[in-house]
């Protein structure tokens, strides 16, 4: 079982920078792949950033490349996401989700993610 928390979010200006982090507690983190999605009311969960479980492997939704980073600390059991060039639009709640140990890379549907934090909020003001 994994149990993952965001922290990180809040209320910043459109062009600052954010880091957001996710912290893994059980054991295995070093073996899962991992992603960010962001969700706004009414919306589907978007997929944001996705990394494999070495940390050597990235991809990036459309919306957020060159501006997003995801990192993967497995000494650490953190995910991290930067967020740089802050804009409105990525005003809502993110979350982290964990894949199973026996898949390789990320995935950009949420139902592929095993585990879930509750989020973190993010606001950005102009």
């Known amino acids: 079982q994994v149990q993952l928390v965001e922290s990180g979010g809040g209320l910043v200006q459109a062009g600052d920078s954010l880091r957001l982090s996710c912290v893994a507690s059980?054991?295995?983190?070093?073996?899962?792949?991992m992603g960010w999605f962001r969700q706004a009311p009414g919306k589907e969960r978007e997929f944001v950033a996705g990394?494999?479980?070495?940390?050597?492997?990235?991809s990036y939704g459309d919306s957020v490349k060159g501006r997003f980073t995801i990192s993967k600390d497995n000494t650490k059991n953190t995910l991290y996401l930067q967020i740089n060039s802050m804009m409105s639009e990525d005003t809502t709640v993110y979350y982290c989700?964990?894949?199973?140990?026996?898949?390789?890379?990320?995935?950009?549907?949420?139902?592929?993610?095993?585990?879930w934090g509750r989020g973190t909020q993010v606001t950005v003001s102009s």
């Open positions: 990394i494999n479980w070495r940390g050597e492997s990235t």
């Open positions: 989700g964990a894949r199973q140990s026996f898949y390789v890379g990320a995935a950009v549907r949420d139902c592929a993610y095993e585990w």
């Open positions: 059980g054991r295995g983190f070093s073996t899962y792949p």
